[in-house]
């Protein structure tokens, strides 16, 4: 058994003044560690943290040797974290407050059995307008402790580029609510479902209320800092020359469920407008992955203010040979109402119903 970077260090939470002498700590930059989304591993000059901010993004260890786990991070502002073991979810969600250079340890699992082997995920639940993320480690209570190889379940990839309704803002809350941090949570989006489903690995840059070329509630037809503005951004709050570089997570497949907010409300762009950003957009995008060549998909017609606009979404999807997903009507009945409007967790899982079989067919997957 092979002891990975254990290091005997001295982290000082200002918050409480506390000092933890002595603690194990498994730094950010230990090899065994896996990490899904867009990560930042240059930020700091040692490695001392890992940096990231848009939703979905993973920290993922196979570990065994230990009872307790906690986590230290911070956050730019509030974002909240799921905890999966074993492919379940661990008790409550938590919440990053602390902003740098305060950081957070928090304990993310307790009464482990310290001669099992734990698959420990920690997946941040909400979008990047909260804010850069910055992991420090794991903290662990034996220095027996073993990390194995983590492998996902298969080599599938998927990339989503959406608004609101792919990271899941207000699907955990059941309307009428106001939205808060704490009622987003991208784990439960469609986008999550079918990844998780086909047993994928799930890469998303979406960010609730932006458009192609219009942004929920500008009082123009098009908008600055709308996803194509910040979709090359790792940290788009914090950091601008922290760009993404395609190359480390090219999908197999890449869907795209934008253009709800270019119609929400007038003026509105034209068809002409919004085709041709869309499509130049996805070219920059694509010519990111060449040679290889994801399968597109799109989606459209969940919170959509005029449907005939999908008809626009399907043009796009044309030009690019995609396949165009009609998802009209998702949201028939109360339970399908979360914050100010957007799909629940059981809207998300009907969306993701229809869109799998069609996923699994053109991609010819059992
Ligand atoms: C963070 O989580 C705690 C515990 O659930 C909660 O009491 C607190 O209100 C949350 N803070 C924010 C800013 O959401
Ligand atoms: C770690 O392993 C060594 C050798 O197997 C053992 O002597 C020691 O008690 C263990 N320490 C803890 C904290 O489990
Ligand atoms: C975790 O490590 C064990 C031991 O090497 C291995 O059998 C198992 O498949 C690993 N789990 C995952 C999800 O990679
Ligand atoms: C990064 O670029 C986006 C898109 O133009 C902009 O909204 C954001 O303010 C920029 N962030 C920083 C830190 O400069
Ligand atoms: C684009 O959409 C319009 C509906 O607005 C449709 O009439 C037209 O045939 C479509 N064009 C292409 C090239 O698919
Ligand atoms: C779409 O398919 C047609 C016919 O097979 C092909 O000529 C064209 O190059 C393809 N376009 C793209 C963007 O893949």
């Known amino acids: 058994m092979k002891k990975n970077q254990i290091l005997i260090i001295f982290i000082l939470l200002f918050c409480n003044i506390l000092y933890i002498s002595s603690a194990i700590v498994i730094l950010p930059t230990n090899p065994l560690l896996h990490y899904v989304g867009r990560i930042d591993n240059t ?11 848009w939703s979905g993004c993973q920290i993922i260890m196979n570990i065994t040797g230990v009872s307790e786990i906690s986590a230290v991070l911070n956050s730019q ?5 799921d905890i999966y073991i074993n492919g379940d979810l661990y008790q409550q969600p938590f919440n990053v ?19 099992e082997i734990y698959k420990v995920i920690v997946s941040k639940r909400t979008e ?42 207000g699907d955990m809350g059941k309307a009428p609510c106001p939205f ?38 500008s009082s123009t037809p098009t908008s600055t800092q709308t996803l194509p503005d910040l979709y090359p951004y790792i940290l788009p709050l914090s ?26 409300d007038p003026p509105y762009p034209t068809q002409q407008e919004f085709e041709s950003t869309f499509i130049s957009f996805l070219k920059t995008v694509l010519l990111g992955y060449l040679p290889s060549q994801p399968k597109l998909f799109f989606i459209c017609g969940v919170m959509i203010g005029d449907p005939v606009t999908c008809t626009y979404t399907e043009n796009v999807s044309n030009i690019f040979n995609g396949t165009y997903i009609d998802m009209p009507n998702i949201q028939d009945s109360s339970d399908d109402f979360g914050c100010y409007g957007h799909p629940t967790v059981i809207a998300h899982a009907h969306m993701a119903s229809i869109a799998i079989p069609i996923i699994k067919q053109v991609m010819n997957w059992e």
């Open 97 to 115: 407050t602390l902003s740098p250079p305060l950081q957070q340890q928090i304990k993310i699992a307790t009464n482990l059995d310290s001669k």
């Open 239 to 264: 950091d601008n020359s922290s760009i993404w570089n395609p190359k480390n997570f090219v999908p197999d497949v890449l869907v795209i469920a934008l253009g709800s907010n270019d119609y929400t």
């Open 180 to 217: 808060t941090e704490s009622t987003e949570n991208v784990d439960v989006s469609f986008a999550a479902v079918i990844a998780n489903e086909l047993g994928g690995e799930m890469n998303m840059a979406a960010w609730e209320g932006k458009g192609v070329i219009k942004n929920y509630g």
């Open 43 to 53: 930020q700091s000059t040692n490695g001392e943290y890992y940096a990231f901010a």
């Open 128 to 169: 990047a307008e909260f804010g850069e993320v910055r992991f420090y480690g794991f903290v662990v209570d034996n220095p027996n402790f073993t990390l194995f190889q983590y492998s996902p379940p298969t080599g599938r990839k998927f990339e989503f580029i959406g608004d609101s309704i792919a990271t899941g803002y």
């Open 77 to 81: 502002q509030t974002n909240w974290f």
